[in-house]
């Protein structure tokens, strides 16, 4: 253990153990998922346990996968979600998730910094583009990589504009003099950019706590380079810890040429972790937690995220770089296409082990299985090498590898001096120590 370094952890609140056939049991609880009240209840576990922050995605469309037999009904919107849970709670960060591709940036500052007024300090805003929901917001076709990418850039340049133009120095309440506040601290931004136009300034000032910490999750080469000039942390995605080590670097390496302190930066990948008793209890979860992925919904997955269609071969055929498409052809995610591609230049695995991967059945989070030490040393030994910084806790198969989790597994973290015992401060920044 690297002496003095400590995990950041957060908590996802989707419901990610109740994926594929898991919420039938009688015993899933899924009748609670459309009930505030649950959600409070896992924030409050969350905060119990010392958790540095709550992470909630998006979905601003419904795709077939979401409807049928699976326990989902797209997403409410999560900055309202997170309105509701920071009356319920008093230390834990809530980073909420907006896209800057259909959303005005004005609207947006104002509601990220109500959500930071509401928690007093604990709001934190992850940055996505979208790679769905055109057809939500008219009739123009879903932008390029390059043009989400170089809105997103110009977004968060004017929201953080906003967040400056009425500065918390602006209040005085003076009461002797008779005032309250200071105009000329108040100043418009008059932004005019490629994408927006906008005066100024915001109608509410900055929270005492400081500005609101920044997330992204792009892990392509144009996402790599937004998130290491912008984010404070990074929702990386890293199924195995090389690509964990190679991105670490990397990002730092970026960050660093953008004038960043790259020790500023958290690299925080999903940990969908399956906990029971024993490694077969576990192993089981897993494949309970998949079994609704047939081997056609996998190829379907698969010519989605890489573009190839591999189902006249067999299963234990290998797959070599000569059968991978034009790196260049659009798919539906560049991040989990490149990291498809790099294991199988890497590894030329079979075509059973390509529809196994995170990429295909999932999104690409690292996966572990098995019993509170297996998963425990897992942690570390990415911890130690240099792979992650923490992690975004993406319980799977089960509510009880949920409670494992927080009556186990998070107590040896403390034990192990790897995470803290107790908060040594209210806000997000302070708990990313940023």
Not at 146 to 159: H, L, N, P
């Amino acid at each position: 253990m690297i002496a003095n370094r400590q995990l950041c952890i957060g908590l996802s609140l989707s419901a990610t153990w109740m994926k594929g056939h898991g919420w039938r049991h009688p015993d899933s609880g899924v009748e609670k998922m459309d009930s505030i009240d649950y959600y409070i209840d896992l924030a409050k576990l969350a905060e119990k346990a010392k958790l540095d922050f709550l992470f909630r995605a998006d979905y601003l469309y419904i795709s077939p996968q979401m409807l049928g037999d699976s326990a989902n009904f797209g997403s409410p919107d999560p900055t309202v979600m997170f309105a509701a849970i920071a009356r319920e709670t008093e230390r834990i960060g809530l980073v909420t998730t907006v896209s800057t591709t259909f959303n005005p940036p004005y609207v947006v500052a104002r509601q990220l910094q109500s959500l930071h007024w509401l928690s007093n300090g604990r709001a934190g805003w992850n940055i996505v583009t979208s790679i769905e929901g055109a057809d939500n917001f008219g009739d123009s076709p879903m932008p390029s990589p390059e043009i989400r990418y170089a809105r997103a850039r110009e977004f968060t340049d004017v929201v953080r504009e906003l967040w400056a133009s009425f500065p918390r120095e602006a209040i005085l309440v003076d009461r002797e003099s008779g005032t309250f506040s200071e105009p000329n601290h108040v100043t418009p931004i008059h932004h005019s950019g490629e994408f927006f136009q906008v005066k100024g300034p915001l109608t509410m000032p900055a929270h005492a706590s400081g500005t609101i910490p920044l997330f992204q999750a792009g892990a392509s080469d144009i996402g790599r380079d937004f998130a290491s000039s912008v984010a404070d942390a990074i929702f990386a995605a890293m199924p195995d810890l090389e690509s964990g080590v190679e991105l670490r670097k990397d990002l730092r390496r970026r960050a660093e040429e953008h004038g960043r302190n790259p020790n500023g930066i958290k690299i925080l990948p999903g940990l969908y972790f399956f906990l029971a008793d024993t490694r077969e209890e576990a192993q089981l979860l897993f494949e309970a937690a998949n079994a609704h992925l047939s081997t056609e919904r996998r190829h379907a997955a698969l010519k989605s995220v890489l573009g190839v269609d591999l189902s006249s071969y067999e299963l234990n055929d290998r797959v070599t770089v000569n059968m991978l498409p034009d790196p260049n052809q659009p798919v539906r995610s560049r991040t989990h296409a490149e990291l498809l591609r790099k294991y199988i230049m890497n590894y030329q695995p079979t075509v059973a082990e390509v529809l196994a991967r995170p990429e295909v059945i999932g999104s690409a989070h690292w996966v572990s299985v098995g019993t509170v030490e297996d998963v425990l040393e897992d942690i570390l030994q990415r911890f130690d090498a240099g792979a992650i910084d923490g992690f975004i806790a993406l319980p799977g198969g089960s509510e009880r590898s949920l409670e494992i989790f927080f009556e186990e597994l998070m107590p040896q973290l403390v034990d192990r001096g790897a995470f803290r015992s107790e908060y040594t401060g209210s806000t997000l920044r302070e708990h990313l120590q940023i």
